[in-house]
């Protein structure tokens, strides 16, 4: 089993900056799982925002945030971040991180229970 704890959400202005940080916790090694991250608005399905392979620091975004999201890891403490800049308020939705082996998923083994950022115009 795997933990994860996302923090960092809130409130920004359009055009500002925020952080997101997942830690993770417990299972076998932190480089044995891709991170991903996804998030959901009010009345929308879930989207992947994008993911970082396991130890090379790969990554992929998703179109909508590619050039103002930035995804990467610390595997000495088990952590990710979610690096956005130029937030649009259609970027408001609570933001999970999550783990799987493979980073080529939107079913991904493990989930926090997610951070809200709300974007005001």
């Known amino acids: 089993q795997v933990y994860l704890v996302e923090s960092g959400g809130g409130l920004v202005q359009a055009g500002g900056s925020l952080r997101l940080t997942c830690g993770a916790s417990?299972?076998?090694?932190?480089?044995?799982?891709?991170m991903l991250w996804f998030r959901q608005a009010p009345g929308k399905e879930r989207e992947s925002v994008g993911s970082?392979?396991?130890?090379?620091?790969?990554?992929n975004y998703a179109t909508s945030v590619k050039d103002r999201f930035t995804i990467s890891r610390d595997n000495a403490q088990n952590t990710v971040y979610l690096q956005m800049d130029s937030l649009e308020p259609e970027d408001t939705a609570v933001y999970f991180c999550?783990?799987?082996?493979?980073?080529?998923?939107?079913?991904?083994?493990?989930w926090g229970r997610g951070t809200q950022v709300t974007v005001s115009s």
């Open positions: 999550a783990a799987n082996p493979s980073r080529w998923t939107t079913y991904p083994t493990y």
């Open positions: 417990g299972g076998t090694s932190f480089t044995w799982y891709a």
């Open positions: 970082i392979a396991r130890t090379d620091g790969s990554t």
